[in-house]
């Protein structure tokens, strides 16, 4: 029987197409062995550059020399695996790839965009792809022209380069559908129903913003050791061909052993981001982060303990926590924090920051320092990062923190309210730990938001009553048609005097 199956699934249906298609010509670079199977499910969409491929989902098994769109793939399609955003056709894909390809060991990775609910996989969704001339312009001009031409009945996804001498882009569009996305909490659920609770040696996210505790938490009852990113994930991705390369000359080896390897490949593999052409990447943290599963229910107590103290005390941390927060980034490196609803910080690095403002509670203050240290020495596996700025622990500065693992914090009600924490399909950490509790908590000691008045029916005003509205609403901040006038009568004597009006 063989030693390992790895599992990739790759979700292709995106501007991340050719990137993802180098996974398969990655692996096929490897040197081969009798005793590890490479299966990808790849899931991708019309492309005039292969097209001889499929353009639904398909199941190839990746051997030595398999060129994607050149050589004559191994592959299997049927059309019950169609839609895999559905957990049901999801798991009758695995559970074939399973039955297949039997081995000791199965690991599964992920391939594609990340978000704070899970995958990019949705229910539904129909993709069209147009090859065309480059657009002149700046970036957002270009999407704003493709938006153009994909009309009214399409939605403009990406593109992605087709041909880099002759300028030429696949525009990538898709039906208005919006349906369900496959969260990481389905996806869990999927994969322990087909290897069974613990059943995989490891999971690995190859997609931005996946190390976070709740989707660790997530994967909790799938595997003991998780692998992903608290960054956004080069598209380099994990460097399949030294993955494999090194998994082929050992193939023995042992599952935790695997996630470690996963994370220094990725760092020497991706370490050339710091010479990127664009600037914003050169700024970025690269890293990877492997966790051991198993210590998490340890490490949720010492969580919740610190949670129950921060509620108790909510009074006096308040103030603590609002500059704690103020040193934290976020790792989704964009002004606005609404614009991928992710809300992540540093979850170590926050807490640092809380000791360093945090002068009088001592019992809480240890509490963190046992979280830490459990955190560092048991929870996380294996941590490499590039690029962060190095900042001693309490500093009360502001930067990324860099320490390998983020939690949600939405710092506002507003933010809560658009976070995971509100989904339908929210992660169990939320219900299973004291954090939302902590969260509300905190919410309910900030001074409320700017409300909108009530809309009233039109008013007919006086020129002097006009003049007074506007001097009201410059220093309210308010528009228009957010002045409330009540038994309103202007008190400047050079106005001319009007009946006064009631509502």
């Not at 062995?33 to 190839?60: R, S, T």
């Not at 608290?230 to 994990?238: A, I, K, N, R, W």
């Not at 082929?248 to 760092?267: G, H, K, Q, W």
Request: glycine letters at 6%; one cysteine or more; proline letters at 4%.
């Amino acid at each position: 029987m063989k030693k390992w199956t790895i599992i990739i699934q790759i979700n292709a249906e995106n501007n991340l197409i050719y990137d993802s298609i180098s996974v398969i010509n990655e692996i096929g670079k490897a040197d081969s062995n009798d005793l590890v199977n490479y299966v990808v499910l790849f899931d991708g969409m019309p492309d005039p550059k292969f097209p001889k491929a499929p353009e639904h989902p398909a199941v190839y098994l990746v051997k030595k020399d398999t060129v994607y769109g050149e050589t004559e793939p191994d592959y299997v399609f049927t059309p019950d695996f169609d839609d895999l955003a559905n957990p049901k056709i999801l798991a009758k894909a695995l559970t074939w790839i399973k039955n297949q390809y039997p081995s000791e060991n199965y690991g599964f990775i992920y391939k594609g965009h990340g978000g704070a609910e899970g995958t990019d996989i949705v229910l539904g969704k129909i993709f069209t792809t147009k090859l065309m001339k480059k657009p002149a312009g700046t970036e957002e001009q270009i999407e704003e022209e493709l938006t153009r031409l994909g009309g009214d009945l399409q939605d403009f996804e990406g593109y992605s380069e087709f041909d880099k001498n002759d300028n030429i882009i696949l525009a990538i569009y898709t039906n208005s559908n919006e349906g369900e996305y496959l969260s990481y909490k389905k996806l869990s659920e999927t994969l322990v129903k087909v290897f069974g609770e613990k059943g995989l040696g490891f999971v690995g996210l190859d997609c931005c913003w996946g190390q976070q505790i709740e989707h660790a938490y997530s994967f909790k009852n799938a595997t003991n050791y998780f692998v992903a990113s608290v960054d956004e994930m080069t598209s380099l991705g994990l460097g399949y061909r030294d993955l494999a390369q090194y998994l082929n000359r050992r193939p023995t080896i042992l599952p935790y052993e695997l996630a470690s390897m996963f994370v220094a490949v990725n760092y020497v593999k991706n370490y050339a981001d710091y010479d990127s052409e664009i600037p914003e990447f050169r700024e970025m943290g690269v890293s990877l982060t492997a966790v051991d599963t198993i210590r998490l229910n340890n490490l949720v107590k010492l969580f919740n303990d610190i949670c129950d103290r921060m509620i108790e005390k909510m009074n006096l941390h308040s103030a603590h926590i609002t500059k704690a927060l103020e040193c934290c980034m976020d790792y989704t490196y964009q002004m606005e924090r609404s614009m991928y609803s992710v809300y992540n910080i540093d979850m170590v690095w926050f807490f640092e920051n809380f000791l360093f403002f945090n002068k009088t509670d001592h019992k809480l203050n240890d509490m963190i320092m046992r979280f830490i240290h459990f955190h560092l020495l048991y929870y996380i596996r294996g941590y490499m990062g590039n690029n962060y700025k190095v900042i001693d622990p309490g500093s009360g500065k502001r930067e990324l923190g860099g320490r390998g693992v983020s939690i949600a914090f939405p710092r506002t009600k507003e933010e809560f309210d658009d976070s995971i924490y509100s989904k339908k399909d929210k992660p169990d950490f939320a219900d299973d730990t004291h954090w939302i509790k902590m969260l509300k908590a905190y919410h309910k000691t900030l001074p409320p938001a700017p409300r909108k008045a009530r809309a009233l029916r039109p008013l007919t005003r006086s020129a002097g009553e006009e003049v007074v509205a506007e001097v009201i609403r410059e220093k309210m901040h308010i528009g228009e048609d957010n002045c409330k006038w009540r038994n309103f009568k202007p008190a400047k004597k050079n106005l001319k005097e009007e009946p006064q009006m009631s509502l």
